[in-house]
């Protein structure tokens, strides 16, 4: 399974953009990229999924470079709200399994 | 979107008793689903892969008599951590998926389980 690195915590302010860098660097060929959002005590959200270029939705954007060993997840004009752990996962296409790293705490301060 | 609820949302038990968790799909049917445990301030661990019709798979390092999964349909898979301890003590979730691997998962809310 390809492993994930990211930045334990980050901080930010309201209406600012927020970028989320993770590197996979033995991401296989099948692998898509996945991001979630958790709040405490409650499951993870699923906020984005991409394979390769540009991926967005109505709540945030995925970067792939050519060489799909990073990503980066983009949360535009971010709001207190958006305080909450993100996980950036590789699928493992043989069994489904999803496997979470660290994540990424982010910090929206007023 | 798709729902996956879990139940019970909390639960306390005493030491040496057991304790279900419920997950089901309700709108899809799930062939796979998975179950997480995760601590405080930490990342969700996955504990192991319930398959419908089959028996589950387990990560290295879980115990799979203490941790007993039973998927016996396509909408329900439960977990019952046996003979409780206070270090079973967790957050529980599961997951499942409409499809393919590379489609979207979709989590329950969880279980928080504290043995006292």
């Known amino acids: 399974l390809a492993k994930t690195t990211q930045p334990i915590s980050m901080d930010s302010y309201e209406g600012q953009e927020v970028n989320i860098t993770c590197s996979h660097n033995?991401?296989?060929?099948?692998?898509?990229i996945t991001w979630y959002q958790q709040f405490p005590s409650q499951g993870p959200r699923f906020i984005i999924q991409?394979?390769?270029t540009k991926v967005t939705n109505e709540v945030a954007s995925l970067f792939i470079p050519a060489d799909r060993k990073s990503s980066t997840l983009s949360l535009p004009r971010v709001s207190l709200s958006d305080t909450a752990v993100y996980y950036c996962?590789?699928?493992?296409?043989?069994?489904?399994?999803?496997?979470f790293g660290q994540g990424t705490t982010l910090q929206v301060k007023p | 979107g798709a729902v996956v609820s879990q139940h019970p949302s909390w639960v306390i038990c005493k030491s040496g008793t057991s304790v279900k968790i419920e997950c089901r799909s309700l709108?899809?049917?799930?062939?796979?689903m998975f179950w997480y445990r995760q601590f405080p301030k930490q990342s969700l661990m996955l504990m192991a892969t319930?398959?419908?019709?089959?028996?589950?798979?387990?990560e290295q390092g879980v115990e799979k008599d203490k941790f007993l999964i039973n998927h016996a349909s396509l909408t329900l898979s439960t977990l019952t951590v046996t003979s409780a301890h206070p270090e079973d003590s967790s957050f529980y979730i599961c997951?499942?998926?409409?499809?393919?691997?590379?489609?979207?998962?979709?989590f329950g809310q969880g279980t928080r389980l504290t043995v006292v």
């Open positions: 997951s499942a998926r409409i499809g393919l691997w590379n489609t979207e998962a979709f």
């Open positions: 033995n991401i296989a060929t099948n692998d898509y």
């Open positions: 991409g394979y390769k």
């Open positions: 996962l590789v699928g493992d296409p043989n069994t489904g399994k999803l496997i």
């Open positions: 709108d899809f049917q799930a062939t796979t």
């Open positions: 319930s398959n419908e019709g089959s028996k589950a798979t387990y």
